[in-house]
Nanobody
């Protein structure tokens, strides 16, 4: 059974930092392209960042470019998202997603597995 478990969310002031983690089980992590999505109340779920299964390709949404860094540790089956200089508009539920040996995609349908999410709230 595949499980993706996110952690690291919380309440932070604008300008602060958070480091999100997503630990995978039930799959061979190194063969999966993994991504972070976020969804704020009343808004569509949007792709934030992605790193390919090979680690050779990454994607960042324009809204976070220069402020977030995605990385993966295949030995620990874990995906990370380091977020700096957070803004109130970054407040959302953040989800981890995975898909087998695919290219990075900003679309929800590009991913087979999803976590339950971790809440990020940025106060002004």
């Amino acid at each position: 059974q595949v499980q993706l478990l996110e952690s690291g969310g919380g309440l932070v002031q604008a300008g602060g930092s958070l480091n999100l983690s997503c630990t995978a089980s039930g799959l061979t992590f190194r063969f999966y392209t993994v991504a972070w999505f976020r969804q704020a109340p009343g808004k569509e779920r949007e792709g934030v960042s992605c790193i390919s299964w090979s680690g050779m390709s990454t994607y960042y949404a324009d809204s976070v470019k220069g402020r977030v860094t995605i990385s993966r540790d295949n030995a620990k089956n874990t995906l990370y998202l380091q977020m700096d200089n957070l803004k109130p508009e970054d407040s959302a539920m953040y989800y981890c997603a995975a898909n087998y040996m695919s290219s990075c995609s900003r679309a929800r349908y590009g991913y087979s597995y999803w976590g339950q999410g971790t809440q990020v709230t940025v106060s002004s």
